[in-house]
């Protein structure tokens, strides 16, 4: 009998696929049995696989538009057009998903009423930035409860040529399910800017637009539906790595762009001259609030969208610039609103926050001027309130710190009230 101690655990062997201790990276041992880690990943994945090949259940508790509707007001200020047409678009996507679920526990398709197939409706928002594209769909993640992404087209190039495949997208979604198939397979994408791989001009390109029309080629199939092999790492780094199989035709899909100059093209359309008399002349301006709502699929083509894709996302919404009322109700009146974010983190501090109206309104004008809607809100507030933010955790004294319209027009730092002062005027 040997008294080498590491005798035992040498010969030690993985009771499934017979490896030696020294053959695999962990070895654990059971009663009377070993198996090791390669054995408990094949396990792992085989239960995966089961689980992913049982049937789809139907979604419950499935929120009406209204409800939808309702969540998305406490975030997104104004457009209403857009919020509802996106509050049935989800709702009419998961009452199809649940319908054609129904047909198949039946086993079959009957031949008379339940014959009917629906089909999706991908969403095109429309609207300049700033205006909340990526704010509606950023809500809706918050309140559905099923997976949900958010892509940038910018990003995306023919396959084979530096970026990300358009298949990374529904890569994207399928980590977001906790790597399960069939979740993904009822998920919804957000995919922005948009008009940003539109081709140079309305022609079609004799050469080589890798992130242009080569990707908008690239996004027909899975808009439309179709069997998609996905590496669940993403990339093209891993090619050992082994394929999952996702069926897009359950998948949402909410498109948005700020498609900067279609206005033009829509007003040169409207605005043609007509020959007779007696005819109505419809005439519109490019700077007309509500240019977006006279869209239609030609349009969308000369802007340089292939028609495949236009036909492939047949609801369109336009969202509207904000106004100054707009505006100051976006700093105020969501959950999310500026004003409450920082009177938030100020009571961190045990510091009362308080903006003068007169301060809300002379940031509203400053935005306004920048003409990148409410995204200027931030970057202005940020700015202005830096020095706050910087100074009033080390001074312990500070009670309360009011807000005057000089903070954003002059740059002026606000009005501290230390407790003393505080307890005297009190």
């Not at 994945?45 to 499935?62: K, M, N, S, T, Y």
């Not at 047949?314 to 609103?337: F, G, H, Q, W, Y």
């Not at 500026?338 to 510091?351: N, R």
């Not at 400053?366 to 933010?389: D, H, P, Q, Y």
Request: aromatic share 6%; hydrophobic share 35%.
């Amino acid at each position: 009998m040997s008294n080498n101690p590491e005798e035992p655990r040498l010969q030690q062997r993985c009771s499934f696929c017979g490896k030696e201790h020294g053959q695999v990276k962990r070895l654990f041992a059971g009663h009377e049995a070993h198996i090791c880690n390669e054995c408990v990943n094949l396990c792992a994945g085989l239960l995966q696989a089961v689980h992913d090949e049982e049937p789809a259940e139907q979604i419950r508790d499935l929120p009406r538009p209204a409800d939808i509707k309702n969540f998305l007001d406490q975030y997104v200020i104004g457009q209403e057009e857009a919020k509802v047409t996106v509050s049935v678009a989800v709702y009419n996507h998961y009452k199809r998903i649940n319908h054609q679920l129904r047909l198949k526990t039946r086993g079959h398709f009957t031949q008379k009423s339940e014959d009917v197939e629906l089909e999706k409706s991908n969403i095109l928002l429309l609207g300049p930035t700033g205006t909340g594209k990526t704010l509606i769909a950023r809500s809706l993640a918050k309140f559905l409860k099923v997976p949900f992404t958010l892509a940038d087209a910018t990003v995306l190039t023919e396959a084979g040529y530096v970026g990300e495949d358009v298949e990374n997208i529904l890569v994207r979604l399928f980590q977001a399910s906790d790597f399960n198939a069939r979740k993904t397979e009822r998920g919804i994408i957000y995919i922005d800017e948009l008009d940003k791989i539109s081709r140079k001009d309305g022609n079609p390109s004799i050469t080589r637009d890798v992130s242009g029309e080569g990707v908008q080629q690239g996004l027909l199939k899975i808009l439309e539906g179709t069997i998609a092999n996905i590496p669940p790492k993403g990339g093209r780094k891993h090619p050992e790595q082994a394929f999952v199989q996702i069926d897009t035709s359950d998948i949402l899909f909410i498109c948005g762009g700020a498609f900067d100059g279609l206005e033009k093209t829509i007003a040169r359309r409207l605005g043609n001259k007509v020959v007779g008399f007696e005819v109505d002349k419809k005439l519109i301006s490019e700077a007309s609030e509500d240019i977006f709502d006279h869209v239609t699929p030609p349009d969308l083509i000369e802007y340089g969208l292939i028609p495949e894709l236009v036909g492939r996302i047949p609801v369109t919404a336009s969202l509207r610039p904000l106004d100054e009322k707009a505006m100051l109700n976006i700093l105020t009146e969501p959950k999310n609103a500026l004003v409450k974010q920082y009177t938030k983190l100020m009571e961190m501090e045990g510091v009362k926050l308080r903006f003068q109206p007169a301060a809300l309104k002379a940031a509203v004008k400053k935005a306004c001027e920048r003409k990148t809607g409410a995204r200027a809100l931030r970057s202005i507030f940020e700015r202005a309130m830096l020095n706050v933010m910087y100074d009033i955790p080390s001074q312990s004294e500070i009670s309360q710190v009011v807000i005057t319209p000089e903070v954003f027009t002059k740059g002026k730092p606000p009005k501290l009230i230390t407790h003393a002062e505080k307890k005297k005027a009190g």
